[in-house]
């Protein structure tokens, strides 16, 4: 059975970094793409960043092009989102999600919280 564990998240100033990381177990061989959302108090769940394993092409949404960086670990299976000037409004809960495109599932983390506010 698949599992996303996240870890990281908390409060910070405005123009501080924090960094997430999620580690995934139960990988199989197969294409996917892994990545991170973030959902806001009342907005639409959104997508940050990802990584995709068929062309190796790593995407960022505007919102955070440039502050944010993906990272990834093959040996420990772990992905991260080191994110720095983060302001106010980068207040979400952020999740770690895979996609499996072949199987059409997806599998998400247990969701983090990161506060910005001086």
């Known amino acids: 059975q698949l599992q996303l564990v996240q870890s990281g998240g908390g409060l910070v100033q405005p123009g501080g970094s924090l960094r997430l990381s999620c580690a995934a177990s139960?990988?199989?061989?197969?294409?996917?793409?892994i990545g991170w959302f973030r959902q806001a108090p009342g907005k639409e769940r959104k997508r940050l960043s990802c990584f995709n394993t068929n062309d190796g092409n790593i995407y960022y949404a505007d919102s955070v092009k440039g502050r944010f960086t993906f990272s990834g670990d093959n040996v420990k299976n772990t992905v991260n989102l080191q994110m720095s000037s983060l302001q106010p409004e980068d207040t979400a809960v952020y999740y770690c999600?895979?996609?499996?495109?072949?199987?059409?599932?997806?599998?998400w983390g247990q969701g983090t919280q990161v506060t910005v506010s001086s």
């Open positions: 139960g990988l199989t061989f197969d294409h996917y793409a």
């Open positions: 999600n895979i996609y499996f495109p072949l199987r059409h599932r997806d599998y």
